[in-house]
């Protein structure tokens, strides 16, 4: 049961980052900024996506740790890259992405 609701988060996960790339290249452009303000609505869509990341990554972390006590190394390991590899790369990928709209 335990492994079904990891197996789901690290699918949400992964969702999530594709999701946020494909929104920063394409209608994060297209949401105007009021003049004079330092952000607008795209950039805060854009950090709930990433809080969301991080939170599901840390909970990915976490159940590996769990899943590594009671002996489960192969989806521990699983876990545990995917929820500490999405964040990163999608860190390091979203500044390098074109404008595609």
């Excluded at 006590?69 to 521990?76: E, S």
């Amino acid at each position: 049961m335990f492994e079904g609701v990891i197996r789901v988060v690290e699918y949400t996960a992964l969702g999530l980052s594709v999701i946020g790339l494909a929104f920063r290249s394409t209608l994060y452009w297209l949401i105007p900024v009021v003049p004079g303000e330092p952000a607008g609505l795209g950039d805060v869509i854009e950090l709930l996506i990433q809080f969301l990341l991080f939170g599901i990554s840390f909970f990915l972390i976490v159940s590996s740790l769990i899943l590594a006590v009671f002996k489960k190394t192969k989806p521990a390991l699983k876990a545990f890259l995917i929820g500490f590899l999405s964040p990163f790369l999608y860190c390091v990928i979203h500044s390098y992405l074109p404008k595609l709209l």
